[in-house]
């Protein structure tokens, strides 16, 4: 019996939203953003969520960070002592990356800094590259290959020898179809020369990745105008070694060079892939408060629609309220009838929402290096979402209908 009113429900429902187009519409649409948003925006942060695991993952599983500094999240800069805490710590070195490559758990450690600057060659310029100083062994970290040329060698690195690796990119952005390898660029206005070409690897941000120039890192810091202080080591550890073991052994040696005594707190940071994937997900929860606050704004726009729409049905529909109750309906009966066509206006439009946030989606996968992907908690929240709002805005008009006097309604003209 239940079941044949819940159709019965439905069936008026689809009928009023025929019948009154451009009323249900509206309610419609307010539904349909609200939910839209909901599918964009968890489909987008998903993919953003594995593209940085997977990226993560190309440094190896072990692979952990020694760096100045780190704090997670989100955090406010007014330029006192307690909002820059990282002033406090000493910049890292070169010396102590080779340090901690002779470290007995290490198996390699690759160095880096990095800015942007012009580069051109003849008379193509670009205003704004990324510009990379890394140790000689850096193909080991960013992952990728060299198609073209080679590598620049440590005898390079000791001699700050102007030699440069450029990516695919920037070799069709300065050579079109030309051969880059022996070419001289300038970076900085210096000159260098051209002596490989790689792919990046595939990552978060090479779907279509932007013009990298990588040099030797002595030579990066004679020649850039970079922000200076922020040295960041990738550490490796050998497959035998534990990354808490290694990190131990890194932590003793960064401790011992520096002299802290054993009350003295690190002035330094270790960073593992873990302790990054967890900030980074403190940051996209801020993206999951921007999304709820959008579809909110939606669901709302859609609930004043259902009140009015609603509201509209019962007044129309006065008499035949009135034949129901003089049949025998009880208030209980009229009232779930009334919320069921309320939720079934809501769910329409989060079903439209729903496809409208799988195109959305589908682009996003097809036109950016993000493979965004539906979640289902973010389905089975839209369609909660949805069924909610019709309910919650759908109780006083079916609560008004419900109590309509059977002998006045059925006067009603």
């Known amino acids: 019996m239940n079941f044949a009113r819940l159709l019965e429900g439905i069936g008026i429902a689809l009928d009023s939203i025929r019948s009154n187009k451009v009323r249900a519409f509206l309610t419609i649409l307010g539904v349909a953003i609200g939910v839209m948003v909901v599918i964009a925006m968890a489909s987008a942060i ?21 760096q100045r500094f780190f704090q997670g999240g989100l955090t406010i800069d007014d330029g006192s002592e307690e909002s820059q805490p990282w002033r406090k710590n000493p910049w890292m070195k070169v010396e102590e990356a080779e340090l901690i490559r002779q470290l007995p758990a290490v198996q390699y450690v690759v160095w880096r800094e990095g800015d942007s600057g012009p580069v051109s060659w003849g008379n193509t310029e670009l205003g704004s590259v990324q510009v990379i100083g890394f140790s000689p062994n850096w193909i080991l970290s960013v992952g990728g290959t060299i198609t073209a040329g080679r590598n620049y060698t440590q005898l390079e690195e000791s001699a700050n020898s102007r030699v440069a690796v450029i990516n695919d990119k920037l070799a069709e952005s300065l050579f079109d179809n030309r051969d880059p390898i022996g070419k001289r660029i300038k970076v900085y206005g210096e000159p260098f020369t051209v002596v490989g070409v790689y792919v990046d690897a595939a990552g978060l941000f090479n779907g279509t990745p932007s013009p990298i120039v990588v040099m030797p890192h002595s030579t990066f810091t004679k020649v850039a105008d970079y922000w200076k202080g922020w040295l960041m080591f990738a550490v490796t550890p050998k497959p035998e070694f534990t990354v808490a073991e290694t990190q131990d052994q890194v932590t003793a040696a960064l401790r011992a060079s520096r002299g802290l005594r054993p009350a003295d707190d690190n002035n330094f940071a270790l960073v593992s892939q873990d302790r990054l994937l967890d900030t980074f997900n403190k940051v996209t929860q801020g993206f999951f408060l921007v999304m709820l606050a959008l579809s909110s704004v939606g669901l709302m726009v859609g609930g004043v629609g259902v009140v009015a729409i609603m509201m509209i049905s019962v007044t129309e529909r006065t008499r035949e309220i009135g034949v129901r109750k003089a049949l025998g309906a009880t ?8 919320l069921v066509e309320a939720a079934t206006l809501t769910l329409v439009g ?9 195109l959305i989606a589908w682009l996003i996968r097809a036109l950016t290096p993000l493979p965004a992907a539906i979640p289902l908690w973010s389905i089975l929240a839209a369609v909660f979402a949805s069924t909610i709002t019709g309910v919650f805005f759908g109780l006083y008009p079916a609560s008004k209908a419900s109590r309509l006097d059977p002998v006045e309604a059925l006067r009603y003209e």
């Open 350 to 358: 989060g079903a439209c929402g729903m496809v409208l946030g799988a």
């Open 331 to 338: 208030r209980r009966e009229i009232m779930f009838q009334f």
């Open 46 to 66: 998903t993919g953003i969520n594995r593209s940085v695991a997977e990226q993560l993952e190309t440094l190896g599983p072990k692979t952990f960070f020694v």
